[in-house]
């Protein structure tokens, strides 16, 4: 798979917005992967949310409502 956004631009951004972290080499690799998982489950959810309402489209309120759904489960 080929990565959009270089690795020096994830370490960049991550050092901008917490300058006090010590990152190790790979942790931008991590956070990547962690994002990948995140849409992926994003996308699981919103197509069960889909097919429950008998769309055959995901829409906007079916990822919105999905995303509300995982971000619960993962601050609970």
């Known amino acids: ?21 010590k990152l190790s080499a790979n942790a931008d690799l991590l956070v990547h992967l962690d994002f990948l998982l995140f849409l992926h ?3 699981e959810e919103a197509r069960t949310n889909a097919i429950s309402e ?7 309120e079916h990822i919105i409502s999905s995303a509300k759904i995982i971000l619960k489960k993962s601050r609970g």
């Open 54 to 60: 008998k769309s055959k489209t995901i829409k906007y």
């Open 41 to 43: 489950r994003l996308a």
């Open 1 to 21: 798979m080929k990565r959009t956004v270089p690795r020096g631009t994830w370490k960049r951004l991550m050092k901008k917005h917490k300058p006090q972290l």
